[in-house]
């Protein structure tokens, strides 16, 4: 079973706008990771955040994290239509170093 | 390149039949992983190696799979007896030895069809 669960399963928005993306998750977590996949491609890994903190940036990028609700999101300000592509939150449970994958956002980007 | 890199793309066989798939992961990764995705899921984790080391196996690893990496760098995943069921991606991923769980460096993985 997959124990992140990425909302919306799907999001259309026109380029310029920002996305969110929201993941919830179960157990007790050593880091919580976003990576992104293109049709057809593998995964990229985008940001890691750790159980210690509670806000990263990259880029365009905000991950947050919120232990207490056992949620983060990921926010891509001023979308590109590149950007269009499946968006999946990966949890490191503590003790394991296999990720568990949620079953992705998948964003489209309208130019 | 040096990324992770997967052969073949593409695997298409009749049901039945045995398959290998080769992974060569980031020279200096020495934690290896498969995964296993199928359309519309994100990626299931199948095994794990550490070197040469298989450290974790998942309940969808039936006794049909086997997963090798005999000298520490690649490592190949066999089926045997391929099922419909079978038909998916399957994706190898390496990382870096470090203290938590490292971010994971995927290859474009290999699509196995199933006739």
Redo the contacts between chains.
């Keep these: 079973s997959?124990q992140?669960e990425e909302d919306p399963q799907a999001l259309s928005i026109q380029e310029g706008e920002n996305a969110t993306m929201n993941c919830s998750y179960k157990t007790s977590i050593?880091?919580l990771?976003w990576?992104r996949q293109n049709s057809?491609?593998?995964?990229?890994?985008l940001i890691?955040i750790?159980s210690n903190e509670r806000e990263k940036h990259s880029g365009r990028l905000r991950v947050t994290l919120d232990t207490s609700k056992k949620s983060s999101s990921l926010l891509i300000t001023a979308s590109r239509a590149a950007d269009t592509a499946s968006y999946?939150c990966?949890i490191?449970d503590t003790g394991?170093?296999?990720?568990?994958?949620?079953?992705?956002t998948r964003l489209q980007v309208q130019p | 390149d040096t990324g992770v890199s997967q052969d073949p793309r593409h695997k298409i066989t009749k049901r039945g039949q045995n398959v290998t798939f080769r992974c060569d992961p980031i020279s200096e990764h020495n934690r290896l992983y498969w995964y296993r995705q199928t359309l519309g899921q994100g990626p299931e984790f199948l095994t794990y190696f550490q070197n040469e080391a298989q450290l974790e196996k998942s309940r969808l690893l039936s006794d049909r799979f086997s997963a090798e990496r005999p000298k520490g760098s690649f490592s190949t995943l066999e089926i045997q007896r391929t099922e419909q069921g079978d038909s998916a991606m399957y994706l190898c991923a390496s990382s870096l030895e470090g203290q938590g769980n490292q971010p994971q460096h995927f290859g474009d993985g290999t699509r196995l069809s199933i006739l």
């Design positions: 997959q992140g050593n880091n990771q990576y057809g491609r593998g995964l990229v890994h890691l750790r999946f990966a490191a394991r170093r296999a990720l568990t994958f949620g079953s992705g």
